[in-house]
């Protein structure tokens, strides 16, 4: 159980999974008023950067699962390096279907709602670790712009031009759910540059280092094309961000 070794090696040298700055990261943490002793799920948590420096921030605690070996040894000498091992920990697993030995004060996916089959699916996991009144972060994209043909939909690696919705939308779409949004955090695109630049230089670096391993000629096409591609139509049509839920 392992994610396959494309996606580890073009976010091997990443802390963040997704366009979201370390920036963006500590405004999130510092919006939602996190006290210490706040105990907090991250599903398919990656190399664990927000529950480490919320631990180290706000005195948080908390488990981390993801289905990487890769990214849960990442996380945890992350732990290691920040002093907050003992306050976080984190597990190699299958985040999908997941749920908190005891009820938590934060319940979070950012960006992985496919562990649940999708965002609704993702909501109703993470309630089942939430205590009443608890919070909930569910990280998502989202079209800034109208996707104009199929091409933009699927270079925006989105299933269906309907899997993802405008932002008014998606917000709407939480509170059909039963859910106020009470914040929120949105990547922009210099955030997307990074996340997406840093991809290349992975993917190059691993290059130089394997240029006979087997997936070779397969890396060398994404990097030879994926940054135009980027450019052309993910950037400027593809939001992200992390919304924090409560129920009502």
Same mark, same amino acid.
């Given at each position: 159980?392992?994610?396959?070794?494309?996606?580890?090696?073009?976010?091997?040298?990443? !802390?963040?999974? #997704?366009?979201?700055?370390?920036?963006?990261?500590?405004?999130?943490?510092?919006? /939602?008023?996190?006290?210490?002793?706040?105990?907090?799920? +991250?599903?398919?948590?990656?190399?664990?950067?927000?529950?480490?420096?919320?631990?180290?921030? @706000?005195?948080?605690?908390?488990?981390?699962?993801?289905?990487?070996?890769?990214?849960?040894?990442?996380?945890?000498? %992350?732990?290691?390096?920040?002093?907050?091992?003992?306050?976080?920990?984190?597990?190699?697993?299958?985040?999908?279907? @997941?749920?908190?030995?005891?009820?938590?004060?934060?319940?979070?996916?950012?960006?992985?709602?496919?562990?649940?089959?999708?965002?609704?699916?993702?909501?109703?996991?993470?309630?089942?670790?939430?205590?009443?009144?608890?919070?909930?972060?569910?990280?998502?994209? $989202?079209?800034? /712009?109208?996707?104009?043909?199929?091409?933009?939909?699927?270079?925006?690696?989105?299933?269906?031009?309907?899997?993802? !919705?405008?932002?008014?939308?998606?917000?709407? @779409?939480?509170?059909?759910?039963? $859910? +106020?949004?009470?914040? *929120?955090? /949105?990547?922009?695109?210099?955030?997307?540059? !990074?996340?997406?630049?840093?991809?290349?230089? #992975?993917? %190059?670096?691993?290059?130089? &280092? #394997?240029? +006979?391993?087997?997936?070779?000629?397969?890396?060398?096409?994404?990097?030879?094309?994926?940054?135009?591609?980027?450019? %052309?139509?993910? %950037? &400027?049509?593809?939001?992200?961000?992390?919304?924090?839920? *409560?129920? !009502?």
């Amino acid at each position: 159980m392992d994610l396959p070794r494309p996606f580890v090696i073009r976010e091997s040298g990443h !802390r963040i999974h #997704n366009p979201f700055s370390p920036e963006k990261l500590d405004i999130l943490g510092r919006a /939602l008023s996190l006290t210490p002793g706040t105990s907090a799920l +991250d599903l398919a948590s990656g190399s664990g950067e927000m529950l480490c420096t919320w631990a180290r921030d @706000h005195g948080l605690t908390g488990v981390g699962v993801d289905i990487s070996t890769h990214f849960t040894a990442s996380a945890q000498a %992350r732990a290691a390096e920040l002093g907050v091992a003992d306050r976080v920990r984190f597990v190699h697993g299958d985040a999908a279907g @997941h749920v908190a030995e005891e009820p938590v004060d934060l319940a979070a996916c950012i960006g992985a709602t496919w562990i649940g089959d999708g965002l609704t699916g993702t909501v109703e996991l993470l309630q089942r670790s939430l205590r009443p009144g608890g919070l909930m972060l569910i990280g998502e994209p $989202y079209w800034r /712009l109208d996707p104009p043909d199929e091409l933009t939909v699927a270079e925006s690696h989105a299933s269906a031009k309907e899997a993802y !919705r405008p932002l008014p939308d998606l917000l709407s @779409h939480f509170g059909d759910l039963g $859910y +106020d949004v009470v914040e *929120m955090v /949105l990547a922009d695109q210099d955030s997307w540059d !990074r996340y997406t630049g840093a991809q290349w230089f #992975n993917i %190059r670096r691993w290059l130089d &280092e #394997n240029p +006979d391993d087997e997936l070779a000629e397969q890396l060398r096409a994404e990097l030879r094309d994926g940054p135009a591609r980027y450019a %052309r139509y993910r %950037r &400027e049509y593809l939001g992200w961000g992390v919304f924090a839920l *409560m129920r !009502r």
